[in-house]
């Protein structure tokens, strides 16, 4: 025998997440995600269009790693130079000796700016907007409008404050600090404040009465760090010698003279620089010269005087010889001590240049001593004489070569042009560097889309509410039908007056045939024989939190238990908040509670619809203590008097977990269903409604998964539960 299985579509498990639920997740909340990122696409827009555009210019400087030596006595130290080391350089052009000038010579010790509209004021300027008549006697400043300050001193002590300067009229203006006046000054005059701590001299000032500007005056360091902060420079490829300068700012002429200040400042301390060496030379040769000349005529006065007292002394061709090397000799010692004198003045002994011009020295001090020994073995009279004529032919050439390297010194330091060049000077770029629109239009719609993902899916991972009814099984709490989420329901909320008075806010009248309805049908089936039991015809229709549809699930039911025939009264208990009277297009006067407390009668507050079979009775006016009022035996005494004229009675009551009314009435109908939405109510949440419900008496027969909503993922999802 052949057994048939029906083809069931497994459920996830409660705790199974997967990309697909996730997916549908996603799609349920789409609507929120866009709203979001285009809410941050529209800041990221406005932020382009109202952020103050950053330019940036930059130059080209060339540092020669091998500048000639201008320095003649300094030929030795060729051989030992080292290679210019750009990152000194680098550090030179960042130094306080560069940046120190530029900000005096371009007075960047001073901020002034005008006082701008919050948010927009960059944008008007740079748009030229100038002040429109309703802006007349607004504080801020327009196109148009501005001021120059001659003059501006400041005591250390109010370094770093900003002032305000109000515009009076056109030729006098008023000083506040912290909101307290200073005074008032004229243009064009030198005025004092603050007992001679603040000095003014406002040049020009053009603007309407009560515009307002700001000026600070920094402290020079914080100038130059402020500067640096905007200022960048960085070598162009490994060991090139071709630095590149670059200085931002949201003025691009004020930032290139600002870069043209600097790259003269740099070529004019280079110069400086390479100059200062031949003038220290130029000055020690000069200080030597006297002394040189002064041994010169004392040598030559010495061999004079000897020679007349010996009567003419001449020497002899070898001692002849011996002189001229010795001469030799004695002169590149002099020279070497000279510039010995000199070099000890910037290197240590250890140094590769002076260690190589000792070494030198040390070798001519050695010939000298040998022919010292050759000279001894002379007679007397020639050794006399030729250590004399040695000492005048020694001090003369000496002399004229200091002589001849003092003229070469003036000539080298007129000459000296330094070994930097500037290849290109300040040029501006025409579009700025921040903020790179599209760039931040994109970023801030990705941030936004980014952020609604993670809201709705942290939102949907922490407080999942029940998808399947596997769940409600879980918790003893059988699921008679699933109903799915109405697209008919949202369409008739949207109608016109008119038109929704004619047919109602009931979905059963409007459109019969609609997935929900035909879902509510398979409950009016389900509850026949969940009722069979029942001691009476009274159903109870509640859940766990408002705006879950159970007024939407009372009405629609009793319209298709109508529909099939029956006698059915719906009746409002929620006597607080109850909006039965709006879906019948009734009024909620002479409802429930005129009825309970005996102002109207039953036949009165029961009313028909456009429905045959099918009458409610509305919640009536709001009484102060609405729980008490359904515990009195009105109400009781209604619904008997209900269940005897009708076949079915349907009890439309408030959450369980937000007031005690559910309870009350619970007590007194024989079937009670829990309406849960899907994807809101938590399992948990529906377990405690249904546990306080039975804590008081009620037993709740099952329950109504509302407002399923069509999966993404599946074309099926649960509307394989009803037909369409």
Not at 391 to 400: A, H, I
């Amino acid at each position: 025998m052949t057994k048939y299985q029906a083809n069931i579509p497994m459920m996830p498990k409660p705790e199974e997440i997967d990309l697909r639920d996730i997916f549908d997740m996603l799609m349920a909340q789409k609507w929120k995600i866009i709203v979001i990122t285009l809410l941050f696409c529209f800041m990221g827009v406005s932020y382009a269009l109202t952020a103050t555009p950053i330019y940036r210019t930059d130059a080209l400087v060339q540092v020669e790693p091998n500048g000639p030596s201008v320095n003649p006595l300094q030929d030795i130290r060729s051989l030992t130079r080292e290679a210019t080391q750009f990152q000194s350089e680098i550090s030179i052009l960042r130094s306080r000796l560069v940046l120190g000038q530029t900000v005096d010579r371009r007075n960047l010790e001073i901020l002034l700016e005008p006082r701008k509209v919050p948010l927009i004021g960059n944008f008007l300027l740079r748009r030229g907007i100038e002040r429109p008549d309703f802006a007349l006697n607004w504080p801020y400043v327009f196109a148009n409008e501005y001021i120059s300050l001659s003059e501006i001193n400041v005591g250390f002590e109010y370094l770093g404050e900003t002032f305000i300067l109000k515009v009076m009229d056109e030729m006098s203006y008023s000083i506040y600090l912290k909101g307290n006046s200073l005074g008032k000054g004229e243009v064009g005059q030198v005025e004092t404040f603050l007992e001679g701590e603040l000095i003014l001299n406002v040049g020009e000032l053009q603007a309407v009465p009560g515009a307002e500007f700001k000026f600070t005056k920094f402290s020079r360091m914080v100038a130059i760090d402020i500067l640096r902060q905007r200022y960048s420079v960085h070598e162009e490829g490994a060991d090139s010698g071709i630095l590149r300068l670059a200085v931002t700012g949201s003025d691009p002429i004020e930032a290139r003279n600002v870069l043209e200040a600097i790259t003269h400042i740099y070529l004019e301390q280079n110069i400086q620089r390479q100059s200062a060496e031949a003038e220290k030379s130029l000055e020690f040769i000069q200080n030597q010269l006297p002394d040189i000349h002064d041994r010169l005529i004392g040598a030559e006065d010495s061999l004079n005087s000897y020679r007349n007292q010996r009567e003419s002394v001449d020497l002899t061709l070898e001692t002849q010889g011996l002189l001229e090397r010795l001469v030799e000799v004695d002169t590149q010692v002099s020279e070497l001590e000279l510039s010995q004198a000199d070099i000890s003045r910037r290197f240590t002994p250890s140094h590769p240049t002076y260690a190589a011009l000792l070494d030198k020295l040390g070798r001519l001090q050695n010939e000298r001593r040998r022919l010292e020994v050759r000279i001894d073995a002379l007679p007397e009279t020639q050794q006399q004489v030729l250590r004399m004529a040695r000492d005048v032919e020694v001090n003369q050439q000496v002399y004229v070569q200091m002589l001849n390297k003092a003229q070469e010194m003036s000539i080298a330091k007129a000459s000296t042009v330094g070994n930097v060049r500037i290849l290109d000077t300040a040029g501006i770029h025409p579009h700025p560097i921040k903020p790179r629109k599209a760039m931040v239009v994109g970023l801030a719609t990705a941030l936004g889309l980014i952020i609604s993902i993670s809201i709705v899916l942290l939102r949907g991972l922490l407080n999942r509410g029940v998808e399947n009814i596997q769940q409600l099984a879980g918790i003893g709490l059988p699921a008679y039908a699933t109903v799915p989420l109405s697209e008919e329901q949202v369409k008739l909320a949207r109608m016109s007056n008119t038109k929704r008075n004619q047919l109602g806010w009931v979905l059963a009248y409007a459109n019969t045939t609609d997935i929900a309805i035909e879902s509510l049908r398979s409950l009016r089936t389900n509850l026949h024989f969940a009722m069979l039991e029942a001691p009476n015809n009274r159903i109870m229709i509640t859940g766990p939190s408002p705006g879950i549809g159970k007024s939407f699930v009372a009405v629609n039911l009793a319209a298709v238990c109508a529909q099939a025939g029956q006698r059915i009264l719906v009746i409002d208990a929620d006597v607080r908040k109850g909006q039965i009277h709006n879906l019948f297009c009734g009024k909620r006067e002479e409802g429930l509670s005129e009825l309970i407390s005996g102002k109207v009668d039953i036949d009165k507050a029961i009313r028909s619809t456009h429905l045959d079979g099918l009458d409610y009775i509305g919640r009536g006016i709001t009484p102060p203590n609405p729980s008490e009022l359904l515990m009195q035996e009105g109400f009781t005494k209604a619904l008997e008097f209900a269940s005897k004229r009708y076949d079915l009675v349907i009890i439309d009551v408030p959450p369980i977990m937000a007031v005690t009314d559910a309870a009350i009435v619970g007590k007194q109908v024989g079937t009670t269903l829990m309406t849960v939405r899907y994807g809101v109510n938590t399992l948990a949440e529906i377990d405690l409604a249904k546990l306080r419900l039975e804590s008081a008496g009620c037993l709740v027969k099952g329950s109504v998964l509302n407002a399923i909503e069509r999966r993404a993922s599946s074309i099926y999802g649960y509307y394989h539960y009803s037909y369409s």
